[in-house]
């Protein structure tokens, strides 16, 4: 950390447990300003994520499309999922949603990226992957999800997220960044 950012930082001084839920851990903290006030500071505790976008060998990426509750909208997305603790390793997550999600394997999984998702409430990260040399499989979502599997060219993903038609950030980032890498090569 830069030397002239060091008046940016807030100290906790507190914290308390509002909701402990099932993915979800909200806490309360009060905190130390830099100029010496106190102000409080809500926010989610999450365990974190993986997600993968998978890509054919034709140039085809493998996205899901599913209703997401908390906007009341269907949504196309890339395969992603909570890590079951925090200490799990991200690669192994993300070979685990995409199989669940969309019945595929993959010889080669890279990382692209860690985002975190939503600074201002969440310490929640995502570690983002690219899946190549995929073998097709059986699709085995958990009990509560409800998953369309959608195949397209990058090239038209590119034009979804361009359009906002996709529009959701992890699968932003990554459609973005393999038309990018695939560009450069």
């Known amino acids: 950390m830069a030397m002239e950012d060091k008046d940016l930082i807030e100290e906790k001084i507190g914290s308390e447990d509002i909701f402990d839920g099932t993915l979800l851990h909200v806490k309360r903290d009060t905190v130390k300003l830099p100029s010496g006030s106190e102000a409080t500071r809500e926010w989610i505790k999450h365990p974190g994520a993986s997600a993968v976008i998978p890509l054919t060998e034709d140039g085809q990426v493998i996205l899901v499309k599913q209703y997401r509750y908390p906007i009341g909208r269907i949504t196309l997305e890339i395969p992603a999922g909570k890590l079951d603790a925090p200490d799990e390793d991200p690669l192994y997550c993300a070979t685990r949603e995409l199989s669940e999600e969309t019945g595929y394997e993959a010889d080669c999984i890279t990382k692209l990226t860690t985002v975190a998702t939503t600074v201002g409430f969440s310490n929640e990260y995502i570690h983002i992957y690219a ?31 361009l359009n906002g038609e996709i529009y959701d950030a992890k699968s932003v980032t990554a459609i973005l960044m393999l038309e990018r890498s695939r560009r450069e090569k």
Not at 137 to 143: A, F, I, N
């Open 131 to 161: 899946a190549e040399g995929l073998k097709a499989g059986k699709q085995h979502t958990d009990e509560d999800e409800f998953i369309n599997v959608v195949k397209m060219p990058l090239e038209k993903a590119v034009e979804l997220v």
